[in-house]
């Protein structure tokens, strides 16, 4: 079965922390570049960090020194440690595999109150 399951969001004030962590099935992770993509309401889907399966990581200009993309192979997951927080970081977060055409999970709400 394929299948992405994000977890760890929530509603944090401005300039907090969270921990946003994806499971993956082994078919969809294993030598598979990861990422986290997130969209905000009336927003287009936007990609936030990417990790390939060595370990080298990408990140959006907005997130950057702020988020930190990382995974642990053994487990199949994938990590994003989001400080600093701030409202215009308020979105549906989604994990991502880069398998083929992609497959994205249901996603995690993160709220950052003003």
């Known amino acids: 079965q394929v299948q992405l399951v994000e977890s760890g969001g929530g509603l944090v004030p401005s300039g907090g922390s969270l921990r946003l962590t994806c499971v993956a099935s082994?078919?969809?992770?294993?030598?598979?570049?990861m990422g986290w993509d997130r969209q905000a309401p009336g927003m287009q889907r936007e990609s936030v960090a990417s990790i390939t399966s060595g370990g080298v990581t990408r990140y959006a200009d907005s997130v950057k020194g702020r988020f930190t993309i990382s995974r642990d192979n053994a487990k199949n997951t994938v990590y994003l440690q989001m400080n600093g927080l701030n409202p215009e970081d308020t979105a549906r977060y989604y994990c991502?595999?880069?398998?083929?055409?992609?497959?994205w999970g249901q996603g995690t709400q993160v709220d950052v109150a003003s």
């Open positions: 082994g078919s969809i992770f294993s030598g598979y570049n």
């Open positions: 991502r595999s880069d398998r083929g055409l992609g497959f």
